[in-house]
């Protein structure tokens, strides 16, 4: 059965570059499958964005969950008015993993609680592994592209303040920024040439690196 979401697990949040101050309604399905890395989570999370067949690059993130062992959740950002067929979700993610998308709560106990838990944090902390934007970011790009070409706000230097416009970031295909306080911001470090580069690195396990 499709459900179409309703009012519950929306959420507004503000577009930080947006002039009228005013918040956008997005839809939020929270998944935690237990993921144990970076890498792992966001396999999981490319596959699910495939399952719901969104155009484009969704907003979508990972969140780290501490309660029991500490792991991995997702949050993808679904249109208003799409609709998502939980089964076909919990195919690609499993019988083990928990799922919430409204009023509905699959999966185990404390699988669902940490998908609540990633949910209540979208828009506010966590990592977007997905964005808006994101494939136009590969190679060597300057700060300002990455202002312009996608929502990240801030690109700031490790322990330092934030980055020059024309400052050359080397992204290496990996542009993994994190929500705070409701910016949008990208820690960058010092590598050759003058350039920056992400702090995170790429760190593929085999199944992600053959895609």
């Known amino acids: ?31 935690d499958a237990g993921s144990g890395s ?3 989570a966001d396999h999981l999370l490319a596959s699910v964005v495939s399952g719901l067949g969104l155009a484009g ?4 993130a990972t969140h780290f969950v501490r309660a029991g062992a500490p792991h ?11 609709e ?9 993610t499993g019988p083990a993993a928990g799922l919430v998308w409204g009023d509905l709560r699959q999966g185990p106990e404390d699988r669902v609680e940490g998908a609540l ?18 494939s136009t970011l590969t190679g060597t790009v300057t700060v300002r592209e990455i202002l312009e070409r996608s929502p990240i706000t801030e690109v700031s230097v490790l322990m330092g303040a934030a980055a020059a416009p ?9 542009v993994r920024p994190q929500w705070r306080d409701g910016a949008v911001v990208l820690v960058v470090q010092p590598v050759s040439d ?3 580069a992400p702090f995170e690195v790429p760190n593929p396990t085999p199944c992600c690196a053959q895609h």
């Open 194 to 196: 003058g350039k920056v």
């Open 1 to 31: 059965m499709v459900l179409r979401e309703p009012d519950l697990g929306a959420a507004e949040l503000m577009d930080p570059r947006s002039g009228s101050g005013a918040p956008r309604v997005v839809r939020i399905l929270g998944v």
């Open 57 to 60: 690059d969704p907003v979508a």
């Open 84 to 92: 998502v067929d939980p089964a076909a979700v919990g195919s690609v």
């Open 166 to 174: 024309d400052t050359e970031v080397a992204t290496r295909d990996h």
């Open 117 to 134: 838990a990633a949910r209540a944090e979208h828009g506010r902390s966590g990592r977007l592994a997905r964005f808006p934007g994101i």
């Open 72 to 82: 991995i959740a997702l949050t993808i950002e679904v249109p208003a008015g799409a």
């Open 38 to 40: 970076l890498a792992e």
